[in-house]
Structures are given as structure tokens and as C-alpha cells.
């Protein structure tokens, strides 16, 4: 016996129709390239989207083609996750940090037809373009007049003049919820990056995942939030919020391409962000600056940090200094929103330390996704907290496979058997609690036994003279594999490796202390901002540990 429900699609267009009607006076705030701020409504930026899909059409773009953007978080790339999904195109949004052989690569893999572009990236579209093999024309976020004359390229059109030229009256398509809606290429950094395609009901439920009133630790009912992602749009759609702030009403602060501290928390405090997410690595900045400057924030108060495990003491600093909930969640670009963030519900009467002991964890199960743990002869591990093996997950907004790929393992991940093999090592705890120990390719493995880079890492990251710091492994004549410790020192530094030692010594069981410690100017970073251990083992990959 089947149900007797409509069978409405779950298409993105209905989220910026439902923003338009229910809370269309919401603000949506974005920092323009130039420094200005600028100011509009969802029920604006309705229009505009429409607009958008309209013009799209008038350009030919046909049902699934592929529209690439090379842009920072500005309105018009908030507009383009409605306008060209929204008409039955697909988004393809671009990392600009990549190298131009990944750019060249993911632009022809996706075989993009357009390629949007703002000023920041010009230059980047210049060195492109003669390798661009499917791109039939160009859309520029900027006026004529900051176009450069000498890109050549071999047809232009200017965003605002397409909008400018219809008038809005559009009804949205309707199709089959199951039809890619954007594309995200992981980084690549063991080969050539991978296209993770999603589909309009992927969307959908991952928005409404991260929806759920406790995803986020003190969700407040009717009360106005400020979100401001620091996670840029082309990182896993902008971790959501270009979905997420619409549908929940909140007022969505776009930082623009400034990324400077104290640009940063100018825009903060103005506009009174209350919720904002980014990487550890953009936190540490900003907390460093306000330290220097004897800051803190006024509104602000909780973040929520992925990508990579964050320190423990920068947890601490945002908890104990500044008051803000450091929540931290588990996810990929292949398994966005799979975690929640927020602990299990706790007695309010939590000192600080227990909050922090919870908030180590990288959230915990979200509705609609499964964990496992296997170990390395794929034999299932127990949810207990303690064992550790490779990480498996599974759900409706799980990626099946990689565009142009067949189900099936490709380097550290893949799908095999229904499960995505993530390619990190964790430990599952009760009430669905997922802790991040290492990528599976970076564990060291010593003696038989695993030594986690990650928690090396974050240790040595909790002294106040140590930069950045990056853990890899250097063979060993009788333990097989031993950790090597890589850091850069903060401005004015002049520690020792014994010193950072001596420090490590009661933070880490003896048998983990690195071996030697290796001091570089600089960290090698990918283009998602993560160090890249890849450089790191080519560098030192003749290192000979002392006797």
C-alpha cells in the first residue's frame, strides 16, 4: 500500500521562495570587493535570482549544463546558488586557491559551458581560458570599467547587465528532485581533484539536517541571528549557508574576499554576528589579532570549526576568553552536515573544562546518516569510545560516487558496498559521538601500534610560541614508522625542538613524542587552506632519524 501525499519535488528554488514570503525583510549584508557594504532583502534577492534564471535561459544555458564560479562570498554568488540551479542548470562552484593545472582540469572535467568570474580572479581566468575547452562565454560580477582590457576572451557578458535587461516574472521549473543541482571538487592533494555532484534533494535534507533546533549548542527560538560563514561558498556550498540563513531566517553576512583579522571583526561587531563558522586556521588569526589588540567580541556566541581538528587550546581561548560555544563537526565535502554540533543535552550548571571535554569530539551523529568503524582487514570495530579504525558513513545525503567516476575506491575514499570509506581514522562513542584521530594516510604507525598526527599536532599547537605545526612519518630501522614534528615559530621565537619536548612530555603518552623536531619559515598549504603533507614527505622524504 502506498501513501497518499502530493509528490512534490524538494527543489532549491522553493528555499528563497519560502525566505521572500516568510521573512523577506531579513537582511542579507555583503562586503563588496572595493570595501563597500552592501545592503538588500531576501524578498530582493528573489527578484533577483529570478532575474538570474532568466537571463540564463536567454543565454542558451541548457537542462544540466554546467555553470562555473570563480568568486569570493559576495551577493551575486549567493544569487547564483538560486538562479542557475533554480532554472535547471548546474552550479559548479571553483576554488580559486587551487593551482591552474586542478582549475584547467575541474573546469574541462565538469565541462562548464559558462564561467562566471569577479575581479579578484581575473588574472586567474587570463592564464585559463586558452585551456578551456567546453566554456562558450564568460560572466563578469563587475561594472565594464574594472574588467581589464586584455583578457581576450572570447565572449563577455556583465552580471548586473543581465539582470538589468529582464524583469523577474518567472515561474520556477519544476523536475526531478534527483537532478544535480552543484558540484564540488575535493582539493586533490593524492591526485587529480574528484567532482561531488548533488542533487537538489541532497540539499534539501542536508539543510534541513542542519536546521534541526539542537545542531547548533543554545539554539534560541524567535530570537534574530547574524550568521556570518567564514567558510568561503566554494567550500561544500558555503558549508550550507546559502541554504540554511534563508530558509531559517537569519540575516546572512557575506565577508567578501577581506579576510584580514581585523577587517574580520570590524564587520562582526557592526553587524552584530551572533553565529559564524570557519576553519580552525581563520580562527587562530583572529584570536591572536584580539589578543594583540585586547578584543573580544561583543555579540558572538558560538562557532562552529570543521575541516580539521581544532586545537584544544584554541577551544579553550573562545570558551573561556570570550564566551563563545567552540563547537566543532565531523564532515567532508562528500557527506556534508552528517554530524551535529552541538553535545547531547547536558545539566546547565556545565563548568567550562566539562564543556571543553565534549566539544573535542567532532559532533555527533545527525539524523539520517550512519558510522561505522572497520579496522584494516574490514572487520567492524565497536561503538565504545575506545576502539579506533577507519571511518564509514552512509545516508541520503552521502555521495554515491564521483562524477565520471564508477562506484568504488579512488585513493583514501570511495563507495564500496553502500558505505563511503572516508579515508579518516576515528573513534565512535556512545550517544553517537564521532572523534577525529587522523586521515588515514597521515596515522603513523609504529611498532604495530597507530600514533595520531592530529593529536600530536593540536598538543604542541597549545604552546604559545609555536606557529603552526604539521606531524609526519620518517621510516625507522626498528619501529617501522616514528613521528617527525615540523612547526613554524610565532614572530620573535627563538625556541628549541628539546624545549618543545620537555613541553609535550605530560600531554602525550612517551612512546608518541616525536623523535626530532624540524623547524620551517613557512607550512606548505592546499588550496582549501589544510597543510599539505604531501610537500611535507617529499621534502623530508630522505630524512635519517639520529641513533
Given amino acids: ?90 552550479l559548479h562552484t571553483i576554488n580559486p586557491r587551487l593551482f591552474h ?10 565541462e562548464d559551458t559558462w564561467l562566471a568570474f569577479d575581479a579578484a580572479c581575473a588574472e586567474l581566468v587570463r592564464a585559463m581560458a586558452p585551456e578551456l575547452t567546453t566554456v562558450r562565454g564568460y560572466i563578469f560580477f563587475g561594472g565594464r570599467d574594472e ?17 538589468a535587461a529582464e524583469y523577474g516574472a518567472y515561474e520556477w521549473p519544476e523536475f526531478d528532485e534527483r537532478r544535480a543541482s552543484t558540484i564540488c571538487y575535493t582539493s586533490g592533494t593524492t591526485g587529480h581533484p574528484k567532482g561531488v555532484v548533488y542533487s537538489h534533494r541532497s540539499m534539501t535534507l542536508t539543510s534541513f539536517m542542519a536546521m534541526a533546533g539542537d545542531n547548533v549548542a543554545g539554539f534560541r527560538a524567535g530570537i534574530g541571528e547574524v550568521f556570518m560563514p567564514m567558510a568561503p561558498l566554494f567550500h561544500g556550498n558555503g558549508w550550507m549557508c546559502p541554504f540554511t540563513a534563508p530558509m531559517m531566517g537569519y540575516k546572512l553576512v557575506l565577508p567578501g574576499r577581506e579576510y584580514e583579522p581585523d577587517k574580520l571583526y570590524e564587520l562582526m561587531e557592526d553587524e552584530g554576528v551572533t553565529l559564524c ?33 581544532p586545537p584544544r587550546a584554541l577551544q579553550e581561548s573562545l570558551l573561556k576568553d570570550h564566551g563563545v560555544e567552540p563547537m566543532q563537526g565531523w564532515g567532508m565535502t562528500e557527506a556534508l552536515s552528517s554530524t551535529k554540533f552541538s553535545p547531547v543535552a547536558q545539566p546547565e550548571d556545565r563548568s567550562d573544562d566539562e564543556k571543553l571535554e565534549i566539544y573535542q569530539y567532532g559532533g555527533r551523529r545527525a539524523f539520517g546518516s550512519k558510522f561505522k568503524l572497520i579496522d584494516d ?65 597521515d596515522v603513523i604507525k609504529s611498532g604495530g601500534e597507530w600514533i595520531s598526527s592530529v593529536e600530536l599536532e593540536n598538543a604542541a599547537m597549545g604552546h604559545a610560541e609555536i606557529a603552526e605545526a604539521a606531524v609526519i612519518a620518517v621510516e625507522h630501522p626498528k619501529w617501522q614508522e616514528r613521528p617527525l614534528l615540523i612547526v613554524t615559530r610565532m614572530p620573535g621565537s627563538t625556541i628549541t625542538g628539546d624545549q618543545i619536548l620537555d613541553y609535550l612530555r605530560d600531554k602525550v603518552a612517551s612512546w608518541w613524542l616525536p623523535d626530532a623536531v624540524e623547524f620551517l619559515d613557512e607550512l606548505p598549504h592546499t588550496g582549501t587552506g589544510k597543510i599539505y603533507k604531501l610537500k611535507l614527505r617529499e621534502a623530508f622524504a630522505d630524512y635519517t632519524l639520529a641513533e
Fill in 277 to 309: 563558522f570557519g576553519v580552525p586556521t581563520i580562527w587562530m588569526i583572529l584570536l591572536n589579532y584580539l589578543q594583540q589588540q585586547n578584543l573580544t567580541f561583543s555579540h558572538l556566541r558560538a562557532t562552529v570549526m570543521s575541516g580539521s581538528k
Fill in 147 to 163: 574588467l581589464p582590457d586584455d583578457l581576450n576572451l572570447s565572449r563577455i557578458e556583465f552580471y548586473e547587465e543581465l539582470l
Fill in 101 to 110: 593545472e586542478q582549475l584547467v582540469y575541474i573546469a574541462n572535467h565538469a
Fill in 377 to 441: 582487514d574490514g572487520n567492524e570495530l565497536p561503538k565504545d569510545g575506545v576502539a579506533q579504525g577507519h571511518l564509514l558513513v552512509r545516508g541520503p545525503t552521502v555521495a554515491s560516487g564521483y562524477m565520471k567516476q564508477n562506484v568504488g575506491m579512488s585513493g583514501q575514499t570511495g563507495v564500496v558496498d553502500g558505505w563511503l570509506h572516508t579515508g579518516d581514522v576515528a573513534v565512535l562513542h556512545p550517544e553517537g559521538y564521532v572523534e577525529l584521530a587522523d586521515r588515514s594516510k
Fill in 1 to 90: 500500500m502506498q501513501g497518499l501525499m502530493m509528490d512534490v519535488p524538494l527543489l532549491v528554488s522553493s528555499m528563497i521562495d519560502y525566505a521572500a514570503e516568510c521573512h523577506g525583510d531579513r537582511e542579507v549584508v555583503s562586503r563588496e570587493l572595493d570595501g563597500e557594504i552592501h545592503r538588500y532583502s531576501y524578498r530582493d534577492a528573489h527578484l533577483r535570482t529570478k532575474k538570474l534564471a532568466q537571463a540564463m535561459e536567454r543565454l542558451g544555458l541548457g537542462q544540466g549544463e554546467r555553470v562555473g564560479v570563480l568568486a569570493w562570498n559576495t551577493r551575486q554568488y549567493f544569487e547564483m546558488f538560486y538562479g542557475v540551479p533554480g532554472m535547471g542548470g548546474v
